[in-house]
């Protein structure tokens, strides 16, 4: 059982997973493009529009079995950056001010919320070429940003970061490419919360699906994700081409 004073400690670190996801799987900018062909010209490029990857989203369906009490959410916000890093190297701050990679022509997502467990799911697609660039810009910036710690409303909360190629794994042999990504997150050395991801690129188009718990991520929880997230895009990109 938690004592109050764990719960009082993991409450930061919830909420900077909450931020971190959102941060990591591209630009948190959701004002409209003054520019009203942008949508146009992305669908020319990954041949999907902003229905398509609304779409090819994660739904209550497939959540459903991770946690009691799951639903959809808004998808929150937070206003951790660079500068409440009190060590680290700077492409960590780079990480959190989202500073690094490629901007993404479209992207929509949403947030699950049960009991123990968060889930996140994010679509993104780019020009040609550029969901490469911006899986090996992710492998890039984790291979500098192994470990930071940020000052969360007066506590430190340190994020351990551990990245692996997907097909390393079994089961994961998912579309064209992808990247795992696992954070752990302490305080004065004790766990507090694990949070992971997985990015999984067909084509231009980007996947992500990831899951913050204060208990631990298994296949359980990213596989079934993983798999429901990459079935749903499929889906979506034999409809655009019937």
Do not use: H, W
């Not at 009203?36 to 990857?53: C, F, K, Q």
């Not at 946690?67 to 492409?91: H, P, Y």
């Not at 710690?149 to 994020?159: A, H, S």
């Amino acid at each position: 059982m938690k004592t109050r004073s764990s719960v009082r400690s993991a409450a930061p670190a919830a909420a900077l997973s909450a931020l971190l996801l959102v941060t990591a799987c591209g630009s948190d900018d959701n004002d409209p493009d003054p520019d009203p062909t942008s949508s146009e010209t992305a669908e020319e490029e990954s041949g999907l529009s902003r229905s398509d990857l609304e779409d090819a989203l994660l739904t209550e369906d497939d959540v459903a079995g991770l946690d009691d009490g799951i639903e959809e959410v808004d998808v929150a916000e937070g206003d951790i950056s660079g500068d409440d890093i009190v060590d680290g190297d700077e492409a960590c701050a780079d990480f959190l001010d989202d500073d690094y990679g490629i901007e993404e022509d479209e992207k929509a997502d949403a947030q699950f919320e049960g009991e123990a467990v968060t889930v996140y799911s994010t679509i993104e697609s780019y020009a040609e070429g550029e969901a490469e660039e911006e899986l090996e810009a992710t492998r890039d910036l984790f291979d500098e940003c192994s470990t930071f710690t940020v000052d969360l409303d007066g506590q430190e909360v340190t994020v351990d970061v551990q990245t692996i190629e997907l097909d390393d794994l079994d089961g994961y042999d998912l579309g064209d490419e992808g990247v795992g990504v696992n954070l752990d997150f302490s305080i004065d050395g004790a766990p507090a919360l694990q949070q992971g991801y997985t990015l999984v690129r067909i084509g231009d188009v980007l996947t992500i699906s990831g899951a913050a718990t204060s208990g631990t991520l298994g296949d359980d929880i990213m596989l079934t994700i993983t798999e429901a997230a990459v079935d749903r895009l499929e889906a979506v990109f034999d409809d655009a081409d019937a």
